[in-house]
């Protein structure tokens, strides 16, 4: 197996709720023939039989592909979690990932176009124990090389430290919210110490993003004046600005878009006419600590809000380390 280095840039597959399978199978399609090799998918978004089809017929070289899989919360526990990769093999048609993360640290799940209200009655803290299962079932298919790479995804630092305190076998990534107004710099400077790569979701700051993460004080990054003003003076929109700024910190972000001109802009806006120091040092302002997922579908009985998820005060709320 050649050892593939991680892209710069990824293909996001997450509909959002709104984007069929066989949508987001032809733009996987446009985005393999316009040049990525990164495609981040995830059991849950139900459209990886239709995107393996894609990989397959492309004709493309296995090991130019770089193939991310998720475990959804549904599927926590050892065991569970190899079925859940083995399953995302069998759709994907491919004998191995080169990512596989755990798609959020708790098991709480809820249903397709679920409401901003609804809540798992079952649904429960982060309990560290319980993680650590589903963590032993990531490292046996990383031993099994069923998986080149094992990591995370929505973790903050409390639960990171827990992890590398614990764990045999240290994740490779992590997968989080990253874009100019929710720049995350404490948390990504953590896990680059520990080195784990920063991978970002939602780069553009998720203008598609379901109507349950939409709350009043949400800011739009690519309305934001220092955006805007550096978009013109670089001569393009203002979510290549968005995507050069990730370029820019380490970060590998993985835009989603159905349009092939999109595709085709977020493609290269990685990788030509970076920004400048000065230009990265502007962007530092326009952090707001703007979180858009926020993720409270997923809050227990007693959670006081979706702050509870996100450990802001370095604690993590009602679960046991």
């Known amino acids: ?18 984007i069929s399978a066989g949508v987001m199978a032809s733009s996987v399609k446009e985005a393999l023939a316009i040049g990525y090799r990164m495609i981040d998918c995830a ?3 139900n459209n990886e039989r239709e995107i393996g089809e894609v990989l397959a017929a492309s004709k493309i ?7 991310t ?16 990769a083995e399953l995302s093999m069998k759709d994907l048609q491919t004998d191995y990932l080169d990512l596989f993360l755990v798609h959020w640290p708790f098991p709480n799940h809820h249903p397709p176009f679920a409401h901003v209200d609804e809540r798992n009655p079952n649904a429960v803290p982060y309990i560290h124990e319980q993680f ?10 990383r031993r099994k090389g069923m998986v080149r790479h094992i990591g995370v995804s929505n973790m903050t630092e409390a639960k990171l430290h827990l992890l590398l305190r614990d764990c045999s076998i240290r994740p490779f990534a992590g997968e989080l919210e990253l874009h100019p107004t929710f720049a995350q710099k404490e948390l990504r400077s953590y896990m680059e110490q520990e080195g784990i790569i920063s991978i ?5 700051g998720s203008p598609n993003r379901p109507e349950r993460d939409r709350t009043a004080e949400d800011v739009v990054d690519m309305n934001h004046p220092i955006i805007v003003e550096l978009a013109k003076k670089h001569g393009v929109h ?9 370029a820019g910190n380490g970060i590998i972000p993985i835009p989603l878009s159905t349009k092939v001109k999109n595709l085709r802009s977020n493609f290269e806006s990685i990788h030509s006419d970076s ?16 979180r858009l997922i926020k993720g409270q579908v997923f809050l227990w009985e007693g959670a006081a809000s979706w702050r509870d998820l996100w450990d802001e005060d370095g604690t993590i709320a009602g679960g046991k380390s």
């Open 69 to 84: 899989g998720k475990v959804w919360n549904d599927m926590h526990g050892k065991t569970n979690v190899i079925k859940s």
């Open 1 to 18: 197996m050649d050892m593939l280095q991680i892209p710069k840039i990824g293909m996001g597959t997450f509909g959002s709720d709104h």
């Open 132 to 141: 650590m299962d589903t963590w032993s079932g990531m490292e046996e298919l």
């Open 200 to 204: 970002g979701y939602s780069p553009l």
């Open 61 to 67: 070289r296995r090991s130019e592909l770089w193939l």
């Open 238 to 246: 203002p979510a290549s600005i968005c995507l050069k700024w990730a």
């Open 275 to 290: 920004l400048t120091e000065e230009e990265l040092t502007m962007l530092e302002a326009v952090d707001s600590n703007n």
């Open 43 to 45: 059991r849950v978004y």
